[in-house]
């Protein structure tokens, strides 16, 4: 029973600490010797990629004959992964009280460490549930996250953290990195763009309503000046999220690469999948 225990303590602390996240974060900016501890211990060996949600993708790509588009990527790696648990809730809506989407689409974890995972955090699933779970998120207008991610071995105390890929379904309100731009860049620079993700604005179609602003941008890539908007595509990270705001048209975003599997090799070189 230790490990429950030590689980349902960091959930406590996790819950209880989550809206100083920002400042916890704003810190790294200000001290070389804090953002060293906090690289160490909640960010050491992450690579993270962002994946848009694919409800609002222009551009359906061709590959030998099949039609692919970005969560595509997610459910490659899926089928590649016999061990798989998915979270019945999602910390971070559930630690914000989200009112605005489901706390109920939690994270899903792949590889052998997963099976280290107390069952009353997440449970046991097939590859067609983890399938049918990233469906369930698209069409909830949540955006993707794939990646090593060091913080949830911290949380959950399973190791080693090689062994686990986890997958996040993100909303703007309550993700655990809306702290991005707090985050000095050697941390921030962990989280990257899926290639061939490209966000365009339609000047001609906007109605200045600024509801895609930093309410829905987590990574401050969408700004207001000169009575128009504008995108920084050298911030953004690409996640869609300003698309499922913009009623008008007026954001757009289309997935053109077409090596589905040189990115799908290279997350699946973030997880070690030999049996632990």
Same mark, same amino acid.
């Given at each position: 029973?230790?490990?429950?225990?030590?689980?349902?303590?960091?959930?406590?602390?996790? %819950?209880?600490?989550?809206?100083?996240?920002?400042?916890?974060?704003?810190?790294t900016k200000k001290s070389r010797i804090y953002k060293k501890i906090i690289d160490f211990a909640l960010f050491k060996d992450d690579e993270i990629i962002v994946v848009?949600?694919?409800?609002?993708?222009?551009?359906?790509?061709?590959?030998?004959? &099949?039609?692919?588009?970005?969560?595509? @990527?997610?459910?490659? @790696?899926?089928?590649?992964?016999?061990?798989? +648990?998915?979270?019945?809730?999602?910390?971070?809506?559930?630690? *914000?009280?989200?009112?605005?989407?489901?706390?109920?689409?939690?994270?899903?974890?792949?590889?052998?460490?997963?099976?280290?995972?107390?069952?009353?955090?997440?449970?046991?699933?097939?590859?067609? !549930?983890?399938?049918?779970?990233?469906?369930?998120?698209?069409?909830?207008?949540? &955006?993707?996250?794939?990646?090593? *991610?060091?913080?949830?071995? +911290?949380?959950?105390? @399973?190791?080693?953290?090689?062994?686990?890929?986890?997958?996040?379904?993100?909303?703007?309100? =309550?993700?655990?990195? %809306?702290?991005?731009?707090?985050?000095?860049?050697?941390?921030?620079?962990?989280? !990257?763009?899926?290639? /061939? +993700?490209? +966000?365009?604005?339609?000047?001609?179609?906007?109605?200045?309503?600024?509801? =895609?602003?930093?309410? @829905?941008?987590?990574?401050?890539?969408?700004?207001?000046?000169?009575?128009?908007?504008?995108?920084?595509?050298?911030?953004?990270? /690409?996640? /869609?999220?300003?698309?499922?705001? =913009?009623?008008?048209?007026?954001?757009?975003?289309?997935?053109?690469?077409?090596?589905?599997?040189?990115?799908? *090799?290279?997350?699946?070189?973030?997880?070690?999948?030999? !049996?632990?």
């Amino acid at each position: 029973m230790r490990r429950p225990r030590i689980v349902d303590f960091s959930i406590f602390i996790l %819950k209880y600490i989550f809206n100083w996240r920002f400042g916890i974060a704003e810190i790294t900016k200000k001290s070389r010797i804090y953002k060293k501890i906090i690289d160490f211990a909640l960010f050491k060996d992450d690579e993270i990629i962002v994946v848009p949600n694919t409800i609002n993708i222009n551009k359906k790509i061709e590959s030998e004959g &099949s039609e692919f588009l970005p969560t595509a @990527v997610i459910k490659e @790696v899926i089928k590649r992964n016999k061990d798989i +648990v998915i979270m019945d809730t999602c910390l971070c809506r559930t630690s *914000n009280d989200c009112q605005d989407y489901p706390q109920d689409i939690g994270c899903i974890f792949l590889g052998p460490t997963s099976k280290k995972i107390p069952e009353h955090i997440g449970k046991k699933a097939t590859v067609e !549930e983890a399938l049918a779970h990233v469906d369930k998120a698209d069409e909830a207008g949540l &955006s993707h996250i794939i990646g090593r *991610n060091r913080i949830d071995t +911290v949380w959950m105390n @399973v190791h080693p953290g090689k062994g686990l890929l986890t997958i996040c379904h993100c909303c703007p309100c =309550c993700c655990l990195w %809306k702290v991005y731009p707090n985050l000095d860049s050697d941390i921030s620079d962990k989280l !990257e763009k899926l290639d /061939g +993700v490209n +966000v365009e604005l339609h000047e001609e179609n906007c109605k200045k309503c600024k509801k =895609c602003l930093d309410d @829905v941008c987590m990574f401050n890539a969408i700004s207001f000046e000169n009575d128009k908007i504008t995108i920084d595509n050298d911030i953004c990270k /690409g996640c /869609g999220l300003c698309v499922n705001s =913009c009623k008008f048209g007026a954001i757009t975003i289309d997935y053109t690469d077409r090596t589905i599997e040189n990115v799908v *090799n290279r997350i699946e070189d973030l997880i070690e999948i030999k !049996e632990l």
